[in-house]
């Protein structure tokens, strides 16, 4: 029997890529809102003794995790095999630490609901800072894939002469294993409780005729970005270009970057966005077939 995808919220061309490279069929199902908010979802495909992946990036997630939860427990009451979740973009990780006296730890209670309600999870590059390991918050089997090799095949193929920067020294791991014989930097930032961020710049660090790359793994408010490029102008180099693994650009994030004089801003399909230009699916078809056997 055919597996089944079904894509949550709703169709994106990765899931559609994902579907048809697993030789897949769609799953249907019908989710709508009764007059006061609440939802009502219906199954429309048969799951029975079926394995059964929910693709879904988990962007925004408070506005349908819900529904989220009542897809997978109604899957697992029709006797679906397996629900595996494959969430390209794994949200709340980056409060992996409580950083003030009263915060709530949101990583482990969100790790926690998922890990109640799917089987299996596979995710790209999930924000692993003060985690070093997924299974340190999930308690259900992960999988991580890494979009390092496609970021620099794409940087190889496209970007002459480039000259790598991570923003700050989170991005140290995705930077080290993009760039492999590119020059590169990791420069230093602190994030003040206003959300505002600085960043230092070694001066003994210039670009020169070289093209500035930005690789972060997620691009959210634009304030590193949108720092990290002001020093660039000290400098006058050439345009630089922004690669983000996971676009999420909050409100107007992605037009000021554009705005801040980028020559091209690249990223991942882990979220959809009209900036996707690298297509994470050989990736995720490889995990998906090796977590199946
Ligand atoms: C942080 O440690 C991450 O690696 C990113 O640099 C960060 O999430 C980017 O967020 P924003 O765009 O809001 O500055």
Redesign the pocket.
Known sequence: MKSLVFNFPFPSPLGALITQGMGAEEGRFLLKSFPDGESYLRLESPVKDRSVLINAPLVHPNGWILDLLFLSDTLRAQEAKQVILVAPYLAYM?QDKIFHPGESLTSATFAHLLSTHVDSLITVDP?L?RYHNLSELYSIPTTVVHAAPLISAWIHENVQDPFLIG?????SQWVKEIAKDLPFIVLN?T?HAD?H?RITWPQEVTIGNKTPVFV????????????ALAHLKNQGTKAPICLAIHP?F?GN?YEEIKAAGVHKIVTCNTIPHPSNQIDLSPLLLKALKEFQQ
Do not use: N
Request: net charge negative; proline share 4%.
């Open positions: 980056r924000h800072h923003p700050d020294a989170e991005s930032k994030r959300g961020v972060d793994d997620i691009v959210s408010s634009g304030e590193t970005l949108l720092e999420i909050a994030a």
